[in-house]
């Protein structure tokens, strides 16, 4: 939800010309688990959608966590 907002807060200030949050820290958001609030965001702010830099850096943060996730599952599960 936090990451979500900030992405919302993020479109506001470009909107207005206010200061912006870094893309470091909107990425660092989402690596601390924040992924699912980076997307819905993404998706409802229409923010950073046409940044390709971003997105690859954003999916590649998501393939990561997948992966993890599933290594997790399947040694927990032996």
Known sequence: MTTMLCYGYDKYRARTGGRRVPEAVLHFMAAAGGTPGAFVGQ????????????????????????????????????
């Open 43 to 78: 998706l409802l702010f229409r923010h950073k959608t046409r940044d390709r830099q971003f997105r690859v850096v954003f999916f590649t943060i998501a393939a990561v966590q997948v992966v993890a996730l599933l290594a997790y599952s399947r040694w927990r599960n032996g």
